[in-house]
């Protein structure tokens, strides 16, 4: 729990300028380098706090988003999926949007790159929200 709670404070919270840095947008609004937050579920029709997922929105239809392959090795995995079909998998999400936007460029450089790479995973260390937030250039991964 108290890892969750820390990955919520690095997306949500500022940077050490005191800026905000993301701002929530609606789907009729998504575009390349908006964060897609999936939720765990519901319990009484009411949404859990945390968040379960991760992934970048690429353009074109598509996702980015790391996981754990094997958790006897900690094997992570780089993958691109449709998404409509990590929408229908995972359900309710919330997209975020870094404000003041990213370099497209820089972003896309980055995608080609991790798509052909291979990574550690740790919950609390180098998860989904690690991989995506270093997709925007705001962290090492």
Do not use: W
């Not at 009729?28 to 009484?44: E, H, M």
């Not at 090795?73 to 870094?98: C, D, L, P, V």
Request: with cysteine; glycine share 10%.
């Amino acid at each position: 729990q108290r890892e969750c709670e820390a990955l919520e404070f690095l997306l949500f919270k500022t940077t050490a300028e005191g800026k905000e840095v993301f701002e929530e947008v609606p789907e009729s609004k998504i575009q390349s380098g908006d964060i897609l937050l999936f939720r765990l579920g519901t319990s009484s029709g009411h949404l859990f706090i945390s968040f379960k997922h991760a992934a970048v929105y690429c353009g074109d239809g598509e996702v980015i988003h790391f996981q754990n392959r094997d958790a006897k090795t900690n094997k992570g995995r780089i993958s691109k999926e449709g998404f409509r079909a990590m929408k229908n998998e995972r359900g309710k999400f919330q997209i975020y949007r870094k404000k003041g936007g990213i370099d497209l460029k820089d972003f896309c450089s980055k995608v080609r790159e991790a798509m052909n790479s291979e990574a550690n995973y740790h919950p609390g260390k180098n998860n989904c929200i690690h991989f995506a937030l270093y997709l925007l250039g705001l962290v090492e991964f």
